[in-house]
């Protein structure tokens, strides 16, 4: 009798865990499908990069179209705000519109720190979803971009109701290289589907 209640137990337990990493699932897939629905979206990220002998701290307003990649501005610091980027569907090109800024690359060459966004946004999208699970009310997803040495790990925090993405790690080889607040997440409207 033991036995059975305590294999009863443990199989509830199981259950119950996996209900909720399936709940996660489809609340992320939920999102997913709302951001490629509507066409895109726009977010404002303060960001801490990390070089291994400096950090470096800035802040964007970035918007992201699954299709042709993302544009951002630099809100701070102020010695650079206002400069507008481009970065291709992907990554692999960012355009500054008549300035260059030197704030090298991060994960032996693996992204640009002002590359983020696209990299954040496109995760969201459409990359491989390696993990879901609740921490402190959060949904916390883990995302795989890349393939074997150009790997990145893109964790990101949403709240649940609406659900929005509110900070974010990019992470190369185990060892956090970027990490991002995340605020103002809206989706396109139909009116700015057409302006990205």
């Known amino acids: 009798m033991l036995k059975r209640t305590v294999f009863s137990l443990l199989t509830l337990l199981l259950l119950s865990g996996c209900t909720a990493v399936q709940t996660a699932d489809q609340e992320l897939l939920r999102f997913r499908s709302e951001l490629l629905g509507a066409g895109g979206c726009a977010f404002d990220l303060d960001v801490t990069a990390d070089f291994g002998d400096s950090i470096s701290q800035f802040s964007l307003s970035c918007t992201f179209d699954p299709n042709h990649g ?11 705000a206002g400069i507008c980027a481009g970065i291709d569907a992907d990554a ?6 008549g300035m260059q800024l030197a704030l090298g690359s991060l994960a032996q060459g693996k992204l640009a720190p002002l590359a983020a966004p696209y990299v ?10 390696a993990f879901t699970g609740r ?3 959060l949904l916390r997803a883990t995302f795989r971009m890349g393939y074997d040495e150009e790997e990145l790990t893109v964790d990101t925090w949403f709240t649940a109701s609406p659900m929005a993405p509110v900070s974010a790690e990019i992470s190369s080889g185990g060892q956090t290289v970027l990490r991002a607040e995340i605020s103002n997440y809206t989706t396109f409207t139909s009116d700015e589907k057409g302006n990205s």
Do not use: H, K, Q
Not at 70 to 80: D, G, L, N
Not at 92 to 97: G, L, T, W, Y
């Open 70 to 80: 993302a544009r951002i501005r630099v809100t701070s610091p102020e010695s650079i």
């Open 92 to 97: 692999s090109f960012v355009s500054f519109d």
């Open 135 to 137: 921490e402190n009310e």
């Open 120 to 129: 954040l946004a496109s995760s969201w999208a459409g990359e491989y979803i």
